[in-house]
């Protein structure tokens, strides 16, 4: 909860300290450099490491961001250093917190399936899912009311809180055993896990279309100029805009954990991220406030689908001893091609203005719908 705060009072804050689209778009590149750059060897690391220390090391260091970030927010920092070396300070912490993710996103997936039995393993990855949305909706939601009633330094204090409160009750978890011997070469080791999603066409699939429907349909990232240059509202509005899709993607995912898709999950797949895409054009066209709400919660119903069906089959197919690595890899798939896209939407937005850059990602995101279903007929015949 408190990360998903942070990257909404960032994106608020730097679009405040610049009034550019572009700078959104930059938060988005500087986390992502690292976390692509080390993913793979990341998934290694977490597979011959214990779990649990891993996620408490990587969480503290979090915490320490958070806190530097807050020092960097004070008003004693802003007279005496400015605005420049504030955007600096920022960029530097956001590429920190790049290279902390590629260690503790995939920790935290690799985890599950040594806290519960195989055949759990499935509604484990749904609630997981749904805790994850749900920090999600409460961070986003939370952060435009904080910024409204304590501004930005009053919300990293929020945050930082909040980082420290997770780190304690990492610490209750019991210690984890490592997946792999450390006599195994590192390489060798890192290669493993790429052959594995390589030779998985199901998951190499739903990873490939997730990533480009995630590259292209970034909207979100331009919410704060949404919020305050063509809808009119203030950062609480900018808030519920940011959770938006978060409230509909928890929707679906607690819905399909009651009532799970028994089969013909691929093709579901499909329309579900065409569906995404239409949405997105939507929103980009819109002038009104709740159309665009309307168009974003309904993004992320259908993102919901993606999700689920993506993770279960990471999930179901991912042997123990590989776990760490396969997360790393969708990690670099799908969580780093949000920052990734959101860096595509700060530069689109610069070329060719905001509104047009949001209708040009949607129509990208159902042209490579149409592609696989052409080019990659086995997706529509997915099935776990």
């Not at 080390?38 to 990587?58: C, H, N």
């Not at 997730?210 to 704060?224: E, N």
Request: hydrophobic share 55%; proline share 3%; net charge positive.
């Amino acid at each position: 909860m408190g990360l998903r705060m942070m990257g909404t009072l960032l994106a608020w804050w730097m679009y405040e300290l610049t009034n550019d689209p572009f700078y959104i778009g930059m938060i988005g590149l500087a986390e992502a450099i690292p976390a692509v750059t080390l993913s793979l060897y990341a998934g290694y690391v977490i597979d011959k490491s214990e779990k649990r220390k891993l996620l408490l090391v990587t969480v503290l260091l979090y915490g320490i961001c958070t806190t530097i970030l807050l020092g960097t927010s004070t008003e004693w920092f802003s007279q005496h250093l400015g605005t420049k070396m504030i955007i600096v300070f920022v960029y530097s912490i956001i590429f920190l917190t790049g290279i902390i993710r590629a260690f503790s996103g995939p920790s935290f997936g690799a985890i599950i399936a040594s806290l519960v039995p195989r055949e759990q393993l499935t509604t484990a990855a749904q609630l997981s899912s749904t805790s994850f949305l749900v920090a999600g909706i409460a961070g986003h939601a939370t952060a435009g009311f904080l910024i409204a009633g304590l501004k930005v330094k009053g919300t990293f204090l929020v945050i930082t809180i909040c980082v420290f409160i997770g780190l304690f009750l990492l610490s209750k978890i019991k210690e984890k055993p490592a997946g792999i011997s450390s006599e195994k070469k590192s390489l060798e080791a890192v290669i493993e896990g790429i052959k594995f999603v390589y030779k998985t066409r199901d998951l190499l699939a739903a990873l490939t279309l997730d990533l480009f429907a995630v590259l292209f349909g970034g909207a979100v990232a331009m919410v704060p100029v949404f919020a305050k240059d063509i809808l009119h509202v203030g950062p609480i509005g900018f808030g519920w805009l940011n959770a938006a899709a978060d409230i509909g993607a928890i929707l679906m995912v607690f819905g399909l954990t009651l009532i799970p898709m028994k089969r013909r999950q691929g093709i579901k797949l499909l329309f579900a991220v065409a569906g995404f895409g239409l949405c997105i054009i939507v929103f980009g066209l819109s002038k009104w406030y709740w159309i665009s709400f309307g168009a974003l919660l309904l993004s992320g119903v259908l993102d919901g689908v993606s999700m689920v069906v993506r993770s279960n089959i990471v999930q179901l197919k991912t042997p123990d001893e590989l776990r760490g690595r396969v997360m790393s890899v969708n990690s670099m798939f799908i969580n780093s091609s949000n920052e990734i896209g959101q860096f595509e939407s700060g530069v689109a937005a610069k070329l060719m203005g905001v509104i047009p850059s949001v209708v040009f990602g949607g129509c990208m995101t159902i042209f490579v719908v149409i592609a696989t279903w052409i080019k990659a007929p086995s997706v529509k015949k997915l099935e776990y």
